[in-house]
């Protein structure tokens, strides 16, 4: 049986965020520049949208380019903002076919005027979209996420329009970038590195975690049927125990 057909259609993560990660080692082993690898990752970005939206997964995000990653050198920032408008300029027929509605998370007035304004507009033309929402985190820092959600909400307590008691989950949801986005399900993060970086901190927290070593511009389809089979055979608890759950 291939690897598609072992995916239960009925017990797909409804949010998987992707941590697109290797792009400069995978150019690197090739004895090619960065960038080149960037640009193969493009390929790939392209396979796992268009698998999720097959298989039927509501809510796909990918971490495509994070606050610290402006720390980088200025010549790489500039071609990933580049890549960026390219990729908006290409996709957005395929996000149109396919009835995939895009949106950004992140502090995105801090990306260039073109390849914001790019973004924009793909946005709001697919925004009557309705079988996949596909998540860019651009600029997005987590941290940075809750500062502003806890400057807004002390804000609102400040200006008595809501009171202290009532500060909840649900009211600290509503002030985060995914305020329309259900938890992350599974999460996944490639090129053999086991961590966060500053990634959907919140929204992770009962999220499953898969590691894989396969550089993103290598990761295909294939790879991602693999997660998802792995995620399916994982027992969520949830804090319960493994007899209440049966
Ligand atoms: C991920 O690949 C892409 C971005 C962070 C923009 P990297 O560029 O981090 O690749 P490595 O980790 O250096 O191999
Ligand atoms: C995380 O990758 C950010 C993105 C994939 C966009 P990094 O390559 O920037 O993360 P670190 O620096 O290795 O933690
Ligand atoms: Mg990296």
């Known amino acids: 049986m291939n690897l598609k057909d072992q995916i239960s259609l009925d017990k797909l993560p409804n949010h998987v965020a992707i941590i697109m990660d290797g792009n400069g080692r995978w150019a690197k082993q090739q004895g090619l520049v960065r960038v080149i690898g960037h640009e193969n990752g493009t390929k790939s970005v392209r396979q796992v949208v268009e698998a999720s939206a097959e298989l039927g997964i509501k809510n796909l995000t990918l971490y495509a380019f994070s606050t610290e990653n402006w720390k980088r050198p200025?010549?790489?920032v500039q071609t990933l903002m580049k890549l960026l408008v390219k990729s908006l300029k290409k996709e957005i027929k395929t996000l149109q076919d396919n009835n995939i509605k895009l949106s950004a998370i992140g502090c995105l007035n801090d990306l260039p005027k073109k390849a914001h304004s790019?973004?924009?507009?793909?946005?709001e033309k697919t925004k009557d979209n309705s079988r996949m929402t596909l998540t860019l985190a651009l600029s997005y820092g987590s941290r940075e996420e809750l500062v502003n959600a806890i400057k807004?909400?002390?804000t609102n307590v400040k200006n008595n329009i809501i009171s202290?008691?009532?500060i909840d989950e649900s009211i600290?949801?509503?002030?985060l970038y995914t305020q329309n986005l259900p938890d992350v399900d599974l999460l996944i993060r490639t090129s053999g590195e086991q961590?966060?970086?500053?990634?959907?901190l919140w929204?992770?927290?009962y999220a499953e975690l898969y590691f894989t070593d396969v550089l993103w511009p290598d990761f295909t389809k294939q790879d991602l049927y693999e997660a998802l089979i792995n995620y399916q055979?994982?027992?969520?608890?949830?804090?319960?125990?493994?007899e209440q759950l049966s």
Request: charged share 30%; net charge positive.
């Open 233 to 242: 055979n994982r027992e969520r608890r949830f804090g319960k125990t493994s």
């Open 118 to 123: 790019e973004l924009l507009e793909v946005i």
């Open 164 to 166: 202290v008691e009532s």
């Open 195 to 200: 961590r966060i970086s500053n990634f959907l």
């Open 74 to 76: 200025k010549l790489e």
């Open 203 to 205: 929204q992770i927290a």
């Open 152 to 154: 807004q909400i002390a």
């Open 172 to 175: 600290i949801n509503k002030h």
